[in-house]
Each structure stands twice: as structure tokens, then as C-alpha cells.
């Protein structure tokens, strides 16, 4: 799950540990390297919050905040197992991956902050690394995973870049 201040990621986990227990998923919190301030509290070894400052330049607007939530942030400490800090061309590989589906699966239209849970598995599957860095985040073959896309393209212009253009290109 994608997190700005991660209060939607901490709502999320919260009712799906709930549910299904927490020890019975694997979670990765998934966050823009300009706005990582819940991967930077993940890396906090005394497990408190930690702020993130300056521009907070990102294409994934909504993610850009600086501030964990505090409630938010209890749950993803407790219950999350994974905090990844991203770069901007992995949300515009996403979005060109929602865009251009494979098969039946259906096109799904999504802005950059919605997109980066599916370019994150994306640059996964077109890394050197791929094996590695899915041992990492206890992924395999058999994995089945729930991504959310939590936008639209709100910026027309900014996803036609991205989508028609290669603006933000992952090579
Ligand atoms: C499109 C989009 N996705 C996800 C989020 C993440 O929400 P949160 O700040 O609760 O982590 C936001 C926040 O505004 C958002 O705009």
C-alpha cells in the first residue's frame, strides 16, 4: 500500500489484521524517496515516528507528505512487514502498466500515486536483482497480491506524458 501521511495504509492494515490476523499477511509500505518519512520511521531503530523535510518533490503529489500519522503510524509499525522508499519513474511505469494491460484484465486509468503498488512489482519484475530483491520482500511465484490504485488521472496532462510520451522512462 502506497502511504503519504499513512493514514489509508493504516486504516487498511488495521481492519485486514483484524480480519485475517496480522502474522497471516505480508505488507509493504510503498512511499516517493522525496517523501519517505514512514520508511525513515520504519529504519528507526527506537521505532518512533520520523519527519521528512524540503520540497517534498515528487510526482506522486498525494503521497508527499513529510508527517506520519501518529495513529496511522502504530499500525504500520506493528503490523506491517516492509517499507520501501521509491523512485518517481517506478508511479509512471505503473501507470503505464495499468494502462496497457495484458489479455482480458481490464485497463485501469491511474495517476501517478495510484499507480506506484503496481510499478513497484513492475521494476521487481524487470530488475537485475528480481530474485534477491523478491527474497527481500518475501515474494514468489505463488505470492497473490492486493494493490490498491487510489487515483485517476486526475492530471490529464501530466498522465498523457507520462503514458503516450515515456516521460519519466524506467531504462
Ligand atoms: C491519491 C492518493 N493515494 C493515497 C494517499 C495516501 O493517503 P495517506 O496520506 O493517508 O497515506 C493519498 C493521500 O492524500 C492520495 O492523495
Not at 31 to 42: H, K, L, M, T, V
Not at 53 to 71: F, K, Q, Y
Not at 84 to 109: F, H, I, T, W, Y
Not at 135 to 157: I, N
Request: aromatic fraction near 6%.
Amino acid at each position: 500500500m502506497q502511504a503519504g501521511v499513512g493514514a489509508m495504509a493504516g486504516g487498511v492494515l488495521g481492519f485486514l489484521a483484524e480480519k485475517l490476523g496480522a502474522e497471516n499477511i505480508k505488507t509493504i509500505i510503498v512511499e516517493p524517496n522525496q517523501a519517505d518519512c514512514i520508511y525513515r520511521s520504519g529504519l528507526n531503530a527506537q521505532g518512533d515516528m520520523v519527519n521528512v523535510g524540503g520540497d517534498l518533490d515528487t510526482i506522486m503529489v498525494g503521497l508527499a507528505c513529510g508527517e506520519p500519522n501518529p495513529l496511522g503510524w502504530e499500525v504500520l509499525r506493528n503490523c506491517s512487514t516492509h517499507f520501501v522508499s521509491c523512485e518517481d519513474k517506478l508511479g509512471a511505469l505503473g501507470m503505464r502498466v495499468l494502462g496497457n494491460p495484458m489479455a482480458d484484465d481490464p485497463r485501469v486509468v491511474s495517476g501517478e500515486s495510484g499507480a506506484i503498488g503496481v510499478g513497484l512489482l513492475a521494476g521487481l519484475y524487470y530488475s537485475e536483482d528480481q530474485q534477491a530483491l523478491m527474497d527481500k520482500l518475501e515474494l514468489d511465484s505463488d505470492s497473490v497480491v492486493l494493490v490498491f490504485s487510489t487515483e485517476g488521472d486526475t492530471d490529464p496532462s501530466h498522465y498523457r506524458d507520462v503514458v503516450w510520451q515515456g516521460k519519466y522512462a524506467s531504462a
